[in-house]
């Protein structure tokens, strides 16, 4: 009897035995699902990247040459990221109706899916900066004046002041920047697109671009109330004083000339 009860099973040895079982099982998720997970992943990233370069052999291949090194009509595209063909793409700039000084900005031809495949083409070509996400451009937590500072110091030279653009040299220009999507503004200082120098993170931070954004925002914005009346064009104070000069001074003028008139006709009368 006593030999009977030594073999006897503990009452908590089932317990046990299940959840060892349960452990094992876990232990086996942890390391075989991350690997079905990430080749998932990569096998997404090919097909996006395989139908980018059917999108870029009919559209781009022409000027920037059938794997992406450049021609006499177009740049290299190696290294310039995702960000820089979404940027491009989605402004309609590319592909371009024809050569010249600046490519415009135009209406899109391509689906935002469309857009992402080319993307990830591009970037399989060379690492560039990757399409910023909305915590990124989000102005959420942005501060507006800080923003102005940073961009009467950076980008006013071209923009103008409140971001209405201006006109540069040999028939280039400075776009305006009002009513343009905040992430794609993000991405023209992280890539410095056509006559644009790139403001990387080490130039401007990611709370810089943040506020230059909400800058342009509030100065351009839709509720955005002009306190001095008229702003014309918001071109800034050499512009507008330039205005003041001319048509104020010469308004006063006039009015001399015209009461010293009147006064020499009073007296010979």
């Known amino acids: 009897m006593k030999k009977l009860s030594a073999r006897r099973r503990h009452p908590l040895a089932a317990l046990v035995v299940l959840l060892l079982a349960l452990a094992c099982t876990g232990g086996l998720y942890a390391v075989f699902a991350p690997a079905d997970q990430a080749q998932a ?5 090919s097909l996006a990247i395989d ?5 870029y052999a009919v559209g781009c291949a022409t000027c920037h040459g059938t794997g ?14 995702a960000a820089a063909v979404d940027f491009q793409v989605a402004t309609g700039r590319m592909p371009a109706q024809q050569p010249g000084a600046q490519v415009p900005k135009k209406k899109n031809i391509y689906s935002q899916a469309e857009i992402d495949q ?19 451009y989000g102005t959420d937590d942005a501060d507006i004046a800080e923003g102005g500072e940073l961009f009467r110091t950076n980008c006013s030279q071209c923009h103008n002041f409140t971001g209405k653009g201006g006109a540069l040299t040999n028939g280039k220009f400075a776009p305006t920047l009002e009513g343009v999507d905040p992430k794609h ?5 992280q890539t410095g697109p056509q006559n644009m120098p790139s403001f990387p993170d080490s130039t401007l931070t990611e709370q810089n671009k943040k506020d230059i954004i909400a800058y342009l925002d509030a100065v ?9 009346g008229l702003s014309l064009g918001g071109l800034g104070p050499v512009s507008e004083g330039l ?25 010979k009368s």
Do not use: C, H
């Open 41 to 45: 992943d990569e096998t997404a990233q």
């Open 51 to 55: 139908e980018g370069k059917k999108l």
């Open 68 to 81: 992406g090194q450049g021609t006499t009509d177009g740049p290299s595209l190696v290294g310039v990221g």
């Open 118 to 136: 080319l993307a990830a083409y591009i970037s399989s070509l060379g690492a560039g900066p990757a399409i910023p996400t909305e915590e990124q």
């Open 185 to 189: 503004i993000y991405e023209a200082m």
């Open 220 to 228: 351009n914005g839709d509720d955005t109330v002009e306190p001095g």
């Open 243 to 267: 205005f003041g000069w001319i048509f104020g001074l010469g308004s006063l003028i006039a009015v001399a000339v015209w009461v010293a008139a009147r006064t020499a006709k009073a007296k």
